[in-house]
């Protein structure tokens, strides 16, 4: 609010001010019954997403009839949790600063050997413990506490994100989105042939590196909390409850940064550039700068996801890293809505769901009801996911390109007018 | 500071090149053979990146798809329209071979206008990401409707055009399926360049990429003059899917998608949109691949060939997103 505004523009702020002032009153008489209808979905939703894997919970539910098949096992729940927490680091890049990446698989993978550097028994050269539950302190290798990992992980990643931002964030649209997705091929070939850099085994080549720590409290903590806390999640009973749990933590966490990130000066930054790239660096926002940062937060939370699942899996293997799971994660972003957060969570429960499970049992039913007795085979559903999720995709382009679940800002865009260049006009 | 960095590479590429060629000459000119015939059937598909981008500035990435199916299709044809073995009659191979071709480069034409029809046409106004993915997209569905009609197995043909040597100096030799790749890929290119340079169409097609509008209002048919670009296209892309059959003898569901990626990098190192590039690009690419992969001296070999050709890719649209000949672009600036 500068001095210099006309009579009408402060006309129109008082009233605004006048409308904001009614509206905080009116707030203020029913502010907790207002705060409460608009809390307890998601409380519900929470409470849910924490008991679902519970033994009893699990087992009633998965018992149901007609549709307890449809419900995953905590094991599938707690990979469909980190891919979507992948998508939603993504959908800060592509999503808000509306950037495409085509190489997100790069910071999985990143994330992943990290963990496999730092916490198992790859570098057996050395011996080298820190705060590690559970763990034979004679163990050859470096075993730092997951935990640590993970945000060691995400800051690697987050460098990486930078190194590959750098050159390449100067070109527009559809060129940067080729370098990445030269990037996300060069990454997983790197990883397969990095077994012997003048000797030096770095990635044990496409064995992979496996076992990987599990994450856990150690004994004190374990003591403090009377058993709450386990000492280490693999030796624990219920490994995978633990997993799910922590994945969920992680996945609050991560919805949590990117939506308040949203809202801060940065997010909104990014939002200006995804609008309007020139219109927004001649309002002084550093284009580079703000691009750059985009590329690093998304990428630093798909180094955690990643190290976590190579945690989960104890192992990370090159052939885990192909584009196809690039294309995976966007077609979650873009299924949910870019930039919608909530849009991006339900895509990817929603398709995180069809990749492990649902299109097996789908796919089994469909052929005991309909394809077996009717053609006299059988199809195998999973094999065509990829071509399932190209229709989506462009099915959601031509028909509903903000997505499930449309965020406000995006819709407006998409609907009152293009400040992208629209695909075959040059650009002058 | 680029262009110091070009230098330098570019010397020590030549150093490279002359080590090996010094080396061992008589490898060195085999391997270059092999280098140029891949890099033949690369241009084609190459062209068809180039003519897409040329005129809508869309990345079809669907483009490499549509090659591995029409050469799919093709090895269905020879196998079972007409029947033939390793050892059938001369006759027969060149009877089948024509029509096979011609069979090839109608389904690819006409499947690449049923993708741009289906699903580019409705996304000319739309923001250019969205044409992107969209493309995306189609690639998968196109991927996959080879993987419903082929499965996941390789198909092979025997080897028709036979691997005897058409002439041999000392150990240097050039066998007549290599010969063959180069006799049919120059007309091809001919006729290309002729057709884009000389005819009505041509003509229709260059006004088109410059500027849409403007040539609508001339009088061209700008949605005809699409379709026929992605007509084009296609053809080029069922004569290299028949062309990589004849010459490999095997393929399958995905070899379109890496190839694909490899064919488009040769495109942007020509520079994107330039004909001639493309052509340039291609047997460039071709060449690096085999001088990689088949010499002896300081060659990382085949295992790092993807990172080196995409390694090339990102070079080139960071350094010079020209490329090689093509013009200047906003988006290197």
Redesign the interface.
Known sequence: MTESQTPEKQDDQTRLSSVLAQRTQRGAGRGGADLARSLAPLVILLTIAIIYPLESVNTWVRGLPAIGEYFPTPGSAVIIIVFTMMAIGLNVVVGYAGLLDLGYVAFYAAGAYMAGWLASQHFEQVTFHFLTPGLNPELPGIHINLWLVLVLAGIFTAVVGIVIGLPTLRLRGDYLAIVTLGFGEIVPQFVRNGDSFGGFDLTAGSFGITPIDAPGFGDGLNDVSAGLLPVNFQQSFDAEQLYYWAALGLLLFTVFCCWRLRDSRLGRAWIAIREDETAAAAMGIPLMRTKTWSYAIGAFFGGIAGAYYASFKSGAFPSDFYFNISIFLLCMVILGGMGSIWGVIIAGVILGWLNIEGLAVIGNNLNNSFVEPVFDQRLEVPKYQFGIYGVIIVLMMLFRPTGLIPERRRKLEMEEGVHDEPMGERSV | MVGLLGLVFLILLIVWLGVNFIKDPQEFINVFFVGLTRGAVYALIALGYTLVYG?????NFAHGDVFALSGLVASWILLNVFDVTGDSDAGLILLAIPVTLIAAMALASSLNVTIEFV??R?????????????A??????V???S??LFD?NYQSIPRLIPNSNVFQIGEVALQWNKLFVLLLTVPVLLALSWMVRSTRHGKAMRATS?D?DASAMMGINVNRTISFTFALAGALAGAAGLLFLLYFTTMRYDTG?ELG?IA?TAA?LGGIGNLTGAVLGGILIGLIQEFNEGLVWATPGG??T??IV??I??AI??FR?SGLLGEQT???E
Not at chain 2, 55 to 59: A, E, G, R, V, Y
Not at chain 2, 122 to 134: D, M, N, S, W, Y
């Open positions: 005129i809508l500035q869309l990345i699903g580019y409705r996304l000319r106004h739309a923001p250019r990401l969205a044409a992107l993915i969209t995306i997209g189609m690639s998968f569905i991927q996959n409707i993987l419903i996941v410059q849409r998608f990626l488009f942007v295992d790092w993807r990172s995409f390694g890719l990102i649209l960071v997103p906003p988006e290197g």
